[in-house]
């Protein structure tokens, strides 16, 4: 079988299960299911590019993802009425304080010589600096989370398309890596782990303790949606006719056709991204990405600028996972950040990419839409698989409770077995890099 014909099968073989799911199940969660799969697929693809072209073991995955949903607050939400006059201006000053203490020490640090009195100017003026900043930004705050805190308590947004958002997701969470990327990317892969894992547990704790931002962990709901809302389509006769010409109540003919829509527009995403990280793997830049990867020695010798090409694919990657970020939270209609896990964004994404074929954006592709099916699956077939075999066991049996209350830890084992066995039979993924 050739290369081509043993990816297609792949592809079909997931498009079997995802269509089996509806069938087996239901169509809402076969949907649910697929969209959540594309999104998964683009944070593989960003993932992909740094560990699959450079080779930069990046687990702050989950930092990343939780800025493009950020980005959707901060663009899609109307201005909370009262906040930006209550202390808007003061946080923007405040913060701008803060930013030019920082300036104003590295500048410190560069002009005068080393020696304990530089040491002594820089942490005098970073104490100034910091009292300064919070007598303006700490007042500006409690007035803005003062302003009808049940419900709002926040700055609120740019009352833009949400649709804006994604790009915007991408360009916030490529910003940030910048700022990680010039700090961190001079260190061994092993402390660059750390240092990501680090920082995206910092950029988790600032989402859910700067309520004036995005309320913390109060959550924002009622995200503006690219598709229409369910009751509208209920109570549009025109769609109410055409779904009962297909034997679909209008509650459930309108589920699906929103989730319809987000798949269409998370599929265009998907494939713009593809054909842009194709085009980007074979291209000079790619092969010389690679050649890095490889021997970084090497390249360094030929006259390669490793550092600089390090943060330029770190940038990408990010920017990519703020991408999909951004349409999590949209799908999601709310921003909640106490469920930013790095369970979900960090160790499944990997997985994904893993099984998938490293180095291959294909394989990311398809590891995304798999592993991701498998997440969701396993435990409902977990489930119906422990009730026929504790079928025949007394009630209250103490095996046939452990058995039961098991299934919840399904997921975990079947990732760890597929991660197992692939490594196993096909340590360079299902589509390996050629």
């Known amino acids: 079988m050739t290369d081509t014909n043993r990816n297609i099968l792949y592809f079909v073989l997931v498009g079997l299960l995802i269509i ?14 697929l969209n959540f799969g594309l999104i998964s697929a683009v944070m593989s693809l960003g993932v992909n590019l740094q560990w699959g072209f450079a080779g930069l073991f990046n687990v702050g995955i989950m930092g990343f993802v939780a800025l493009g949903g950020l980005a959707t607050v901060l663009v899609s939400m109307p201005a909370t009425p009262g906040a930006w006059s209550a202390g808007g201006v003061g946080v923007m000053g405040g ?6 203490t920082v300036v104003a020490a590295v500048v410190l640090y560069a002009k005068m010589q080393a020696g304990r009195m530089r040491g002594l100017a820089i942490f005098a003026l970073l104490v100034v600096g910091f009292f300064v900043y919070r007598s ?44 990680i990327g010039k700090t961190a990317l001079g260190l061994r892969s092993d402390y660059l782990a750390i240092a990501t894992l680090g920082i995206s547990e910092i950029i988790i704790a600032v989402m859910k303790n700067e309520d004036w931002m995005a309320r913390g962990v109060k959550n924002v709901v009622g995200l503006p949606r690219p598709a229409p809302y ?52 074979h291209s000079p830049w790619g092969r010389m990405m690679r050649a890095i990867r490889d021997n970084e020695f090497a390249a360094e010798a030929m006259g390669k600028h490793v550092t600089s090409r390090h943060l330029q694919v770190f940038v990408l990657g990010s920017a990519v996972c703020g991408i999909a970020g951004a349409m999590m939270t949209t799908l999601d209609g709310q921003l909640t950040p106490g469920t930013y896990q790095p369970l979900r964004f960090t160790f499944l994404i990997w997985v994904m990419v893993i099984v998938g074929g490293s180095g291959n954006n294909l394989g990311a592709v398809l590891g995304g839409f798999l592993i991701w099916w498998l997440w969701v699956m396993v435990e409902p ?15 209250g049996s103490g095996l046939k409770e452990h058995l039961l209350d098991s299934t919840a830890h399904m997921r975990l084992l079947t990732m760890g077995l597929v991660l197992l066995l692939v490594l196993r039979f096909s340590p360079r993924g299902l589509i390996p890099e050629k």
Not at 95 to 100: R, S, T
């Open 136 to 179: 303006v930004f700490d007042p500006a705050v409690a007035r803005i989370e003062a302003v009808d805190p049940a419900f709002l308590g926040y700055l609120g947004g740019l009352n833009l398309p949400v649709v804006v958002a994604w790009p915007v997701g991408g360009l916030l969470a490529a910003a940030v890596a910048w700022m």
């Open 381 to 395: 077939m977990g489930n119906a698989l422990m009730y026929y075999v504790t079928y025949f066991m007394p009630d």
């Open 230 to 281: 369910e009751i509208d389509l209920q109570n549009d006769a025109g769609f109410v006719e055409t779904a009962a010409s297909f034997g679909l109540d209008p509650v459930t003919a309108s589920t699906l056709w929103v989730k319809m829509i987000y798949a269409g527009l998370f599929s265009v995403v998907l494939i713009v991204l593809f054909i842009l990280a194709q085009r980007a793997l």
């Open 20 to 33: 089996s799911t509806g069938f087996l199940y239901s169509w809402n969660t076969a949907l649910f299911v």
């Open 95 to 100: 913060l701008l304080m803060g930013a030019a």
